[in-house]
T-cell receptor, first 115, second 116 residues
Framework: AQSVTQLGSHVSVSEGALVLLRCNYS??????LFWYVQYPNQGLQLLLK??????LVKGINGFEAEFKKSETSFHLTKPSAHMSDAAEYFC?????????????FGSGTRLSIRP | GAVVSQHPSWVICKSGTSVKIECRSL??????MFWYRQFPKQSLMLMAT?????????EQGVEKDKFLINHASLTLSTLTVTSAHPEDSSFYIC????????????FGPGTRLTVL
């Protein structure tokens, strides 16, 4: 069964500093991996996803994530944090070979940006 | 890009009443839609998978008679919370999968339900 673990329910960084949000997964099949962002009282917006191919995935708003199979990780990074990055971030995993794959979400990490 | 809407965006109802939430894919067809529930400061929990023209598949622990799901067309799925109680108060989010693509879900903006 698939599962996702996000280390750290809350991360706080200074504006301009590196953002690193950690995500580890378990999957019995090659996974599809996602990062979503949620602003207060809003739905989820896809930041980036990994399906196959290049393991370094670039997303919107300057975020990127690297799929490391040996470490079963898919950490999200951004070189320089901006105040507008403050939000809740969810890592997620889904099956690759189902026509109606479910997405399993991690518990989420709240990112705060200090001025 | 693909847009998913939900209506209403928020609703307040009395205990014992039923509430219907609509999820629409505005510019694409969605054979599969998903309904999630999110409690404050928690993650999204999948409630059910809604397939057009067939019965929904509910996750373990979700009461199908309480949370009625109908997916009558390729662009509309509805979730009806029957005989709502205060513990049903939550943020309900739907997502839609683009037909023919299995790896991308587009999420609606969510519906905030408050049961008094």
């Amino acid at each position: 069964a698939q599962s996702v673990t996000q280390l750290g329910s809350h991360v706080s960084v200074s504006e301009g500093a590196l953002v690193l949000l950690r995500c580890n997964y378990s999957s019995s099949v090659p996974p599809y991996l996602f990062w979503y962002v949620q602003y207060p009282n809003q739905g989820l917006q896809l930041l980036l996803k990994y399906t196959t191919g290049a393991t370094l995935v670039k997303g919107i708003n300057g975020f990127e994530a690297e799929f490391k199979k040996s470490e079963t990780s898919f950490h999200l990074t951004k070189p320089s944090a901006h105040m507008s990055d403050a939000a809740e971030y969810f890592c997620a995993v889904s099956l690759t070979r189902s026509s109606a794959s479910k997405i399993i979400f991690g518990s989420g990490t709240r990112l705060s940006i200090r001025p | 890009g693909a847009v998913v809407s939900q209506h209403p965006s928020w609703v307040i109802c009395k205990s014992g009443t039923s509430v219907k939430i609509e999820c629409r894919s505005l510019d694409f067809q969605a054979t599969t839609m998903f309904w999630y529930r999110q409690f404050p400061k928690q993650s999204l929990m999948l409630m059910a998978t809604s397939n057009e023209g067939s019965k929904a598949t509910y996750e373990q622990g979700v009461e199908k008679d309480k949370f009625l799901i109908n997916h009558a067309s390729l662009t509309l799925s509805t979730l009806t919370v029957t005989s709502a109680h205060p513990e049903d108060s939550s943020f309900y989010i739907c997502s839609a999968r683009v037909s023919g693509f299995t790896d991308t879900q587009y999420f609606g903006p969510g519906t905030r339900l408050t049961v008094l």
